[in-house]
């Protein structure tokens, strides 16, 4: 396609006019009504929350290379990272079906709206973020052999609309479009899916920034699945008639009947699990934005039925949102302080419990946790896997750096990869999803370093 560059001009320059922030006068109100605070996490950790637009609110993109040939992702000592599987485009999530298979969505953030059409079209987005077409398909990837690489490739979906969150129940396939849940017909071992799917449950589309996944959990019993649909905006902007249904975590009845919200007040809730041997279910969230470098923490949280998190009100519990301008005080006074700040803007995605016992003893039933990578903050933060370490089903420290090298460092604002989507593979493997690299790494432990303990959960697989 041929770009009139010359025309897109005008639009580019009144796009730069019409980006301006809050007044010198509003920084000073939001800083007087919600000072910097210490707060104590309900694991005992402590947390520095500073005053809104302590400084100022930045962008800073990466610039997307390639992997140069032989470099991957870099572990702990005791580890090895290799290529599961490249020439995707953009791997996004991931999951791993009862049989082993392993279904990975293949999905782009489209361009909604006049900026965001301008810089698909100019390729101005260098963090890949934004794409111009989506492959909206997902892709089966099956390892026979057991060698940690898969033989077995084929299409298993496609002429889906940005598909994420995915799921088996008995003999059903589930796909989370950007704009509903499809239910497809199902036979395990099968390459391919040919059959018309059925929506069983309208979305509301699209969202802000990457808020059109959907993500997709089962309860343990498959009586229920759970829905999550992030917000449509940054702190509602648009008014609160644009969030019907949003900023929550739904629950639904397999056939898409009976929905009631089971979570409510989470921005960006992507990704679920429950803690092993449990019903507890656990919540990675990406929080807003434009509120300086330290605001607000993502975070990992254990999640209430019925229970309220926060947004757009507040955050971190029931720190007002300037932006707000005191709404809805009954909502912020049950605002629920999440249990594990992961850092501002590090874009806390994936979420996988690692159930297994390949991995040295720390490691086993700790969260891993997709970090997709800051564009809102002055210095990058994110772009790795984190571990959070659990002890009794309770987080049991901070955040520690687990899968990191996606940045080029040195300086630089270049970055060869963006990690998203993590899951536990049988075999005790984990898997990343790289979808601004378009690959999956495998990261496995030396059996010199693994603790090979029996655990009473090992068959308790987590999705």
């Not at 605070?37 to 610039?63: F, G, I, M, N, R």
């Not at 934004?130 to 002429?159: C, H, I, M, W, Y």
Request: glycine share 10%.
């Amino acid at each position: 396609m041929t770009l009139n560059y010359a025309r897109l001009l005008p639009a580019l320059g009144l796009l730069a006019a019409c980006s301006s922030g809050p007044s010198q006068e509003e920084k000073q109100t939001a800083q007087a009504t919600t000072p910097a605070k210490d707060l104590t996490t309900p694991q005992q950790e402590a947390l520095h929350l500073p005053a809104p637009y302590a400084t100022k609110s930045a962008s800073k993109k990466v610039d997307i290379v390639a992997w140069p040939a032989g470099k991957t992702p870099v572990a702990p000592a005791g580890f090895t990272v290799t290529e599961f599987a490249g020439g995707l485009d953009s791997p996004r999530w991931a999951y791993v079906a009862p049989n082993g298979d392993i279904f990975v969505a293949e999905a782009n953030t489209l361009p909604k709206g006049t900026k965001k059409e301008i810089a698909a079209l100019l390729h101005l987005d260098k963090s890949r973020s934004l794409q111009a077409t989506s492959a909206n398909r997902v892709t089966l990837l099956r390892d026979t052999n057991g060698d940690g690489k898969p033989d077995v490739r084929s299409e298993f979906l496609t002429g889906l609309n940005q598909p994420f969150g995915m799921l088996v129940l008995g003999n059903s396939f589930y796909v989370a479009n950007t704009n509903g849940l499809m239910k497809f017909p199902y036979q395990p071992g099968a390459t391919k899916i040919t059959a018309k799917g059925e929506k069983i449950l309208e979305l509301p589309e699209g969202g802000y920034n990457n808020h059109w996944t959907r993500n997709l959990l089962a309860s343990k019993d498959g009586k229920k699945i759970y829905v999550t649909v992030g917000s449509g905006s940054n702190a509602q902007e648009h008014g609160p008639e644009n969030e019907v249904r949003r900023a929550n975590i739904l629950e639904i009845n397999p056939d898409g009947t009976g929905e009631k919200v089971f979570a409510s007040g989470l921005r960006n809730p992507i990704g679920l699990a429950w803690y092993p041997g449990t019903t507890t279910l656990w919540a990675a969230v990406n929080e807003r934005d434009e509120l300086g470098d330290e605001l607000v923490p993502d975070y990992l949280t254990s999640v209430k039925e019925g229970g309220f998190y926060g947004w757009p009100y507040s955050y971190y519990g029931q720190n007002k949102d300037p932006r707000l301008k005191n709404a809805r005080l009954d909502l912020v006074a049950k605002a629920i302080v999440p249990d594990v700040p992961m850092g501002p803007h590090v874009a806390a995605l994936g979420l996988t419990f690692y159930d297994k016992t390949a991995f040295p003893a720390k490691y086993q039933k700790g969260a891993f946790v997709g970090e997709h990578g800051s564009w809102n903050r002055s210095q990058y933060s994110g772009y790795k896997v984190a571990f959070v370490p659990f002890k009794d089903g309770k987080p049991a420290g901070k955040p520690e750096d687990f899968l990191t090298g996606f940045l080029a460092g040195d300086g630089t604002d270049k970055a060869y990869g963006r990690p998203v989507g993590v899951v536990t593979l049988p075999d005790g493997a984990l898997l990343v999803m790289d979808d601004a690299g378009n690959k999956i790494w495998r990261v496995s432990a030396t059996k010199a370093t693994a603790t090979l303990p029996k655990a009473s959960n090992a068959g308790v697989a987590v999705r």
